[in-house]
């Protein structure tokens, strides 16, 4: 088996068609194996995904099936938007049971080449009967003197058997990333349901916590008026101590908190509606939702309040946590 890096290559000319995603939420991990007996011999395929950033392709193909790694790329990148893809593929050649008929024109290739080798190199070792008859058990189209255009045979041939069970594999692999995908999008909304229920339990008591906030306020600043040394007219003071009061309690509304962090939670119902990709748009969103969970605790003037702002934190890094596994 070889492993190759993930690189750039060139699309085949004829690449596969994408499998159909719609417009689900998509799990970046997934699973799927599929194998099928062919003219050529057992396929098996296997593909499995799982977190990353970015799309990052791997393929670990027996040596037979090293040719189709672009027709592979083209099928899974149609298919796959972020992740880690790993896909194996295989081929198995059915055994010789005894009964196959010697094929004495490739026999006579094989020794015409052997002979011409040791023309060129008097020191080469004739080939072992045992090395004519593994030759002769490869594929009936092997490159031969034709070389390039045999080659691009091979692979032709090859993708026509492969691309059907790679089209299986690829549909099933998507199959269990919208499963897991649809699960986590009902989380998802789950935890969004909770976070507008604790908004609105808030904001219908914000008038009353302001106004106990105010007058906890103005009669500390009263009683401190009154312990100072010099006398200021009651009135004047009065006035004075309501506009300061006044002031702090617009610098302490969270109104403006909880209506963003509507918006931000009907962003993200919007964005699970439209389907993936949506994993870097979430995380983006989770970013924002957390802005106003942190300010909603920093202007807190109420024991309510900060019990409102970190639960409204708990439920955003579970969301967190959730959005790191969708495409």
Excluded at 134 to 163: C, K, V
Aim: aromatic share 2%.
């Amino acid at each position: 088996m070889s492993t190759q890096p993930t690189q750039p290559v060139t699309a085949p000319t004829n690449p596969a068609p994408a499998v159909a995603t719609g417009g689900a939420v998509n799990s970046m991990t997934g699973y799927a194996h599929q194998s099928a007996d062919t003219p050529l011999g057992r396929l098996d395929i296997e593909i499995r995904a799982v977190n990353s950033r970015f799309t990052d392709l791997h393929f670990r193909l027996a040596d037979e099936c090293r040719l189709l790694e672009p027709r592979l790329r083209s099928a899974i990148t149609a298919t796959v938007r972020r992740g880690k893809v790993e896909c194996r593929m295989s081929l198995q050649r059915p055994r010789s049971d005894g009964t196959d008929a010697l094929n004495l024109e490739r026999l006579a290739h094989y020794v015409e080449l052997s002979r011409q080798i040791r023309l060129v190199d008097d020191s080469a070792q004739p080939p072992s009967v045992a090395d004519y008859l593994r030759w002769l058990q490869t594929p009936e189209h092997a490159p031969t003197a034709g070389d390039a255009a045999s080659q691009t045979l091979d692979t032709d041939m090859l993708w026509q058997h492969a691309e059907p069970l790679v089209l299986s594999c690829l549909q099933a692999f998507q199959a269990s990333r919208a499963q897991e995908g649809a699960q986590l999008a009902r989380i998802l909304q789950e935890q969004g349901s909770r976070m507008r229920a604790l908004a609105g339990q808030l904001r219908p008591h914000l008038p009353e916590l302001h106004a106990a906030a105010e007058a906890r306020l103005l009669e500390r600043l009263q009683k401190a008026v009154q312990d100072l040394p010099v006398s200021i007219p009651a009135n004047e003071t009065l006035a004075r101590v309501r506009q300061e009061i006044s002031l702090l309690s617009l610098k302490d509304d969270i109104t403006e908190e909880l209506d963003r962090l509507d918006t931000h939670l009907q962003a993200i119902d919007e964005a699970l509606a439209a389907g993936s990709p949506v994993g870097k748009r979430l995380d983006f969103l989770m970013q924002e939702l957390n802005r106003e969970a942190n300010t909603i605790a920093s202007k807190s003037i109420a024991l309510s309040i900060t019990d409102t702002a970190l639960a409204l934190k708990l439920l955003i890094e579970q969301l967190r946590e959730q959005v790191q596994n969708l495409e």
